[in-house]
């Protein structure tokens, strides 16, 4: 089948989220032709140019999020009129509540969208004044939230601006029902929700196309999170309505929605999503490199704790070393090795710098150079060091890993330290307690005396850890390989087609319809199996325009996802630590 994948800020790009993910998954899936739509988020990442892509690639479409094109049209006063109405609506859903709301946000879309494929001139129209004044008169309307009715003109030029790139996909020339358009694809996969889905919705909207959303990390989260310190309280009401009302129709109108694990879940049932659409399909990673070290006989270090990560403050290093101080008072042998690097951005290097400061004041005999070179009790390492050459290194570097973070998603380091068979310390956050399932101790975010006491607990108990460390490799290896999420993916593509097959004309080499190139069985609804009667149901396909029917698709392979819409389908590959 011919798969649509829709991107933002990722593949094919060589930076950018998910695109180890959606590399592993086309070449996992090779049997499938896939079409790249991709939003780029920024003009370095587009001279940053793409990875090499693997034949069952067709074609790369390629739009710009960080700029609008405008295409010169002007609106006549018709035409204005029509926009002010669907945009107004638009924007006063975005200041209502309840079911009605949702219904009056859909159509204000579908009618932006519809407007611009008939007129254009809608990016135009998005920056106007006329927007802004919607927008206003929408916050200051009876029944608009307090949050709402305090934004001030800056506020509204502020949200009118975001809120029009977000809809930049709407201006897409993508829509067409040709080779090369959404029209032409059998399914669209939206490696994200938000804008990348955008386009899925369109091709919907338009033509049929059944839309598969995953979300590793939810963007309406990522939305609070990265607004909270950079707006005022009516901005961030604003956006934040504007996109819950975005997610809730991108979920109404999905397929199904595979979330990465149940803290994502949650987040899309609370934005209204249908618990019979939810697969929850595991971030799937890759194990060859941490093979050695996870069937290594060598004895790790019983004395070192190893923290691996990014270094920012949402990793609470501050807690960490003010945990293993405790933990010095009991262990005087113990050692800790933080290996990473900070984050981008002057916020995480000014972090790593406090953080470094606070290990001098809290074990001044190493600042003073009393340890003996290699027997500082606190080290900072880099992966790619001569200490630490591979990131397998780290965590062979030790006998105990530690995250002691306070806000998490998918917890990588963690698989990472289970594929390596070693027992963990983590705190109780994000889906951390779904990925440990009791191969570890957890413990509460923000507690140094608790996260000291779970490390001291193993760092005594030599039995204990081993146990901890074996259970931990062998749920990783059945849970958390790209192999399982590949084979998940597999089976939710054709169970998809199957119910929601793209219902096209077949046409001759001239263009003429073909009316009996369509076997009549792919018009029956449930599966169907051609000759092979032994069997007793088997999948149906779409038919793509211009190429009559063959024969029924491959088999579901291992891994298929369930009928049942509350069970794991298997496990993924969109988790990745690069």
């Known amino acids: 089948m011919r798969i649509g994948l829709l991107t933002e800020g990722g593949y094919p790009y060589v930076t950018g989220e998910a695109r180890l993910w959606c590399d ?27 990875i090499e892509l693997p034949p069952q690639v067709h074609r790369v479409r390629t739009a710009p999020l960080w700029t609008a094109e405008d295409d010169g049209v002007v609106y006549g006063r018709r035409t204005k009129r029509r926009f002010t109405q669907h945009w107004g609506e638009l924007a006063a859903a975005v200041c209502a509540e309840g079911d ?23 990016a135009r129209a998005l920056r106007s004044e006329a927007a802004v004044d919607a927008l206003e008169k929408a916050c200051r309307a009876p029944g608009a939230p307090r949050a709402a009715r305090q934004a001030r003109v800056a506020d509204l030029l502020t949200v009118t601006g975001l809120i029009e790139r977000t809809l930049r996909p709407l201006s897409l020339d993508w829509y067409e029902e040709v080779e090369g358009g959404l029209g032409a694809v059998d399914l669209c996969h939206a490696a994200s929700g938000g804008a990348a889905a955008l386009p899925g919705l369109l091709a919907k909207h338009f033509f049929g196309v059944p839309l598969l959303v995953t979300e590793y990390g939810v963007q309406l989260r990522a939305h609070y999170l990265g607004a909270a310190a950079a707006l005022s309280a009516p901005a961030r009401a604003l956006l934040a309505g504007f996109h819950g009302r975005l997610a809730t129709e991108v979920y109404r109108q999905a397929a199904l929605i595979t979330p990465g694990n149940t803290h994502a879940r949650r987040w899309q049932e609370r934005c209204g999503a249908d618990k019979t659409k939810l697969r929850t399909v595991y971030p799937g990673m890759e194990v060859s490199r941490f093979a050695e070290v996870g069937e290594s006989t060598e004895l790790a270090d019983p004395d070192t704790l190893v923290w691996v990560g990014r270094i ?21 042998k113990a050692h800790l090795r933080i290996v990473g690097a900070p984050a981008d951005g002057p916020e995480a290097a000014t972090y790593l710098a406090h953080c470094k400061t606070l290990a001098a004041q809290l074990f001044p005999d190493e600042a003073a150079g009393v340890h003996a070179v290699g027997d500082n009790p606190v080290s900072f390492e880099e992966i790619g060091g001569p200490e630490v050459p591979e990131l397998a290194d780290a965590y062979a570097a030790g006998c105990v890993v530690v995250l ?50 779970a490390c001291l607990a193993l760092l005594q108990d030599t039995e204990r850890r081993d146990r901890l460390g074996a259970a931990a490799r062998a749920r990783a290896l059945e849970l958390f390989t790209v192999d399982q999420n590949i084979a998940a993916f597999r089976g939710i593509y054709l169970e998809i087609v199957s119910r929601h097959p793209v219902r096209r004309d077949a046409l001759d080499e001239s263009g003429e319809p073909q009316p009996f190139a369509v076997p009549a069985e792919v018009f029956v609804p449930g599966g169907w199996t051609g000759s092979a009667r032994e069997e007793q149901s088997g999948p149906s396909w779409a038919v793509d325009a211009g190429e009559p029917a063959t024969g029924p698709a491959e088999e579901p392979a291992a891994g298929a996802a369930p009928a049942d819409g509350d069970a794991p389908v298997g496990v993924g590959a969109a988790g990745e630590a690069e």
């Not at 407007?115 to 809608?122: F, I, Q, S, V």
């Not at 920012?312 to 005087?332: N, Q």
């Not at 917890?411 to 109780?428: K, N, W």
Request: charged share 25%; glycine share 10%.
């Open 100 to 122: 009605a709301a949702t219904d009056r946000f859909a159509n204000a879309l579908y009618g932006l969208a519809d407007l611009e494929r008939e007129e254009g001139g809608l």
């Open 24 to 50: 592993r998954l086309v070449r996992g899936l090779d049997r499938h032709e896939f079409d790249v739509f991709a939003l780029s988020r920024s003009v370095h990442q587009e001279e940053q140019g793409w």
């Open 404 to 453: 002691s973070s306070v806000v998490e998603g998918f917890p990588i380091s963690l698989v990472e330290a289970m594929f390596c068979g070693r027992a963990t310390v983590s705190t109780d956050v994000g889906a951390v307690v779904e990925v440990i399932g009791g191969t570890g101790l957890v413990v509460p975010p923000r507690n140094p005396r608790a996260l000291a006491d």
């Open 312 to 332: 920012e403050p949402s990793k609470d290093l501050i807690a960490l070393l003010h945990a293993f101080a405790e933990i010095r008072k009991e262990e005087p």
